[in-house]
């Protein structure tokens, strides 16, 4: 039995941020172990959402009046928390966009478009989310580069050998994220990040899950590119962030042209752009939604993610003791650098049955392939269900999801 009683995290005092946790869900208490598609919001991030409707609703950055200056003073603090939520060196390193996939797309379009040619090479891990795999796949349908593909073990570990082995001298970027999503591998990204300098290559990692469950420091990474969404990391959906160190980002050309990325717009003369990170933020952002993931990262840093990454290590640990009893159950992944991801398969049930019967006991899990086709069929399966944990799930919890997966077993097989 995995033991909890050392730890600091008050899972009680947590979950009390959490009014979504008391909601019954078919008559049942609510388990939530869907934690790697969206994370729950604490209050403190539902009322920064309000507050902004309720007190300063304005548009940002071009207003002189009150609410206008109010607005923009709240959402440009959120860059400096960001800033240093990642260790970023520079507040002007950090852009907002709608998310994790479309930082990646800025990435590819605005730096891959312009520095990219027939031929050059792109790696992509086998690990990844199809949002670290498709913009590159477009951009190499439009610019002939070629998309290699970094090899992994059964384990779901990276094959650093063979890492290290696809550079050549047309090798431009390595895309790969901190830690994948469908199951649960954490990559070496500082050592993937050093090898691909060796070779001249920038790298682009997808933070998506690590923002949540790993201290991110992009200098001690050496990141060229860095992404994470708000959504998993307590805050609102439909924001989140791009790090690009600021050589780079100056030297890219806009990708989305609109108000607030220019300078001077004109028919006579070429139009000029905003210094960064204004040039990669057209149009009107989600200000209030920005200003509310400043709340949520100040949320996970009060508590640290150091202990909530602790805590979800042993809700993991007694997860996979509770899990590895049930006859027939295969987990898939099981690096030994692994984050609160559980993606398993189990004899004669499908997923998608397990996954709605599951729902019908108050249990959420995912199921199907996760937006990772590639590490899915690697697997030899085409999908699993997954159990990923926050910093609000209890052991308790992970008691009621087992035996409700005994009893939806028992109706299955
Ligand atoms: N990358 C990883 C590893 C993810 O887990 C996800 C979402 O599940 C994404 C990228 C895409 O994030 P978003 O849909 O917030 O853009």
């Not at 947590?14 to 598609?37: E, K, M, S, W």
């Not at 990262?297 to 042993?314: C, N």
């Not at 052991?395 to 997966?405: A, R, T």
């Amino acid at each position: 039995m995995t033991d909890f009683s050392d730890l600091m995290l008050d899972v009680v005092k947590v979950r009390r941020d959490f009014p979504i946790l008391d909601r019954q869900v078919h008559d049942r208490p609510l388990v939530y172990l869907d934690n790697a598609a969206t994370s729950q919001t604490p209050h403190q991030v539902i009322t920064a959402l309000d507050e902004v409707y309720r007190r300063y609703n304005a548009n940002i950055h071009r207003g002189l009046h009150t609410l206008a200056d109010e607005a923009t003073e709240a959402f440009e603090k959120t860059r400096d928390t960001v800033r240093d939520f990642i260790n970023a060196a520079d507040r002007r390193e950090i852009i907002f966009t709608r998310g994790t996939t479309e930082a990646i797309n800025l990435v590819a379009n605005a730096w891959g478009r312009s520095e990219l040619k027939a031929g050059d090479e792109v790696l992509v891990s086998r690990l990844e989310h199809h949002s670290n795999i498709v913009p590159w796949q477009l951009l190499a349908n439009q610019s002939g580069i070629v998309v290699k593909v970094i090899p992994i073990d059964e384990r779901g570990v990276l094959d650093m050998d063979a890492y290290r082995d696809l550079f050549t001298s047309r090798t431009r970027l390595v895309a790969v994220n901190h830690i994948s999503n469908a199951c649960g591998t954490v990559n070496p990204v500082a050592e993937l990040t050093r090898i691909a300098h060796e070779h001249d290559a920038l790298i682009m990692i997808d933070g998506a899950q690590a923002a949540p469950h790993e201290p991110i420091d992009v200098q001690a990474i050496d990141a060229d590119f860095y992404a994470f969404s708000g959504h998993k990391v307590y805050g609102p959906t439909g924001v989140g962030v791009l790090y690009g160190k600021a050589a780079l980002l100056e030297a890219m050309p806009p990708w989305q042209g609109g108000g607030e990325m220019i300078d001077q717009v004109s028919f006579e003369t070429p139009t000029t752009f905003a210094a960064i990170p204004h040039k990669f933020e057209a149009g009107t952002p989600a200000i209030a939604e920005v200003i509310a993931l400043g709340r949520a990262l100040e949320w996970v840093s009060d508590i640290g993610v150091s202990l909530i990454s602790a805590w979800e290590q042993r809700l993991l640990s007694h997860a996979t003791e509770e899990l590895s009893r049930i006859d027939g159950l295969r987990i898939l992944g099981t690096a030994p650098d692994k984050a609160a991801v559980i993606s398993f398969v189990v004899d004669g049930a499908h997923a998608q049955d397990i996954g709605l019967l599951i729902d019908q006991l108050g249990v959420a899990i995912r199921t199907g392939h996760h937006c990772a086709q590639p590490l899915l069929s690697a697997f030899g399966v085409d999908a699993t269900c997954r159990a990923s944990f926050a910093a609000y799930n209890t052991p308790e919890e992970i008691d009621i999801f087992v035996e409700s997966l005994d009893r939806v077993l028992g109706m299955l097989r």
